[in-house]
């Protein structure tokens, strides 16, 4: 998969939904994720990607400049996960769209969200349904991404 990300005729939008992709395959496409700046939109949902493989994926997400998309609902992340994804929301300035929902957060998790969002002006949605993050968490979530919905208008 990851070698589709780094082909010479560059993609847009790349569906892998559903592919039981497990963490290897995930840390191939972050490491293809990094190089790549024409993809605008990946879809990773239901796939066996884990801890290792979300992480790999949202460590890409640092140094990508062009991904502006990225669905993984239903990925098998956890609380530990959140705190690389916390450091991307930080360090990503062209990501507006996020679903992780269906994933087994946890409360610290939704407060690493949190934290990397009171950072972030660039995502306006952020689908965190099913997540177990706690309804203080999500409240302080609603407010920063409607903060950065009218920062973007």
Known sequence: FGKLLV???PLAKLDLSNNLITS????AIGFSLVKNAHLLELSLRLN???EEGGAAIFRALNRNSALQRLG???CELSESTCSTLSDALVRNSTLQHLDICSNNLGMSGGKLIQE???ENSALISLDVRLTNIGEESL???LQLVERNKSLNK
């Open 7 to 9: 082909a010479p005729c």
């Open 24 to 27: 290897h395959g995930a840390a």
């Open 48 to 50: 066996r990607i884990g």
């Open 72 to 74: 993984m609902a239903s």
């Open 116 to 118: 990397g969002l009171s």
């Open 139 to 141: 409240q302080c979530i």
